[in-house]
């Protein structure tokens, strides 16, 4: 990461790329027990939180994704009830959840707390459902949350995490997706962010489709979207269902959704399936 007094820049090195705002100056700056958390005002993208030089959200775009991390898995399950969100401490996935009138209940496991409490102060729009009486705050370990879990005991996973490095690389291995599928009821859906697909196929999708595989899931999807202040702009979303085929059970409920969004809608859905060529073949079965 790089920073002046007019830029904030963050230096993807995978990619041999950069991603710019021009900031109108810094809100908030801290070290928490495990990161370094910083909040600014930018010019054109709203306000900007950034854990450890790395983009988080911004009020501009963060739409797209909190909505294609929801919405796609939610509308996917026949009926949908009890959901859990590992990570997401910005709390703008839990409010898309929400939006939802059959979740009978809704943990958010974040490890750090600090996180949380300011999205709540500086991006209250994202927060506006804490309060909600099916909504669970818990600040601790997600991996093992999820040990904890009885059998059957969820409909969804939600996977909100940073990048598979640091806390966040167990989220991203089989003995986890184990945890995961065996605190799933029949149909259970799991979906976690995977990256983009034009340089993290190999390193970050195909590992996490082979490893939950090997953890038992019957079947997986990826879900492509934009998202313009992540790595390449290019972002995924990677579904897996415990025990049967990928289904757009609720399509019609989809259609006629009964609650607002800005990015997802029935077509946006169907269209972020669709799988570009050179993706196709990097996830074809290997002799």
Known sequence: MALDNRWFTEVFEESGTAFSLRLAHKLHEEQSEYQKIEIFE?????????LDGCVMVTGRDNFIYHEMMAHPVLFSHPRPARVVIIGGGDCGTLREVLKHAEIESAWQVEIDERVTRLAEQYFPELCESNDDPRAHLHFGDGIEW???REPGA???VIIDSTDPVGPAKGLFSEVFYRD?????APNGLLVQQSESPLIHTERIIRPMIDALRSAGFADTAVHHFPQCSYPTGWWSATLACKDGPIRFARATAAEIKGFSTQYYNIAVHRASTATPEFFRQALQPRG
């Open 42 to 50: 930018t010019e054109h993208f709203g306000r900007l939180m950034v």
């Open 146 to 148: 999820m040990k904890r």
């Open 154 to 156: 969820l409909d969804i």
């Open 180 to 184: 995961c599928f065996n605190a799933l």
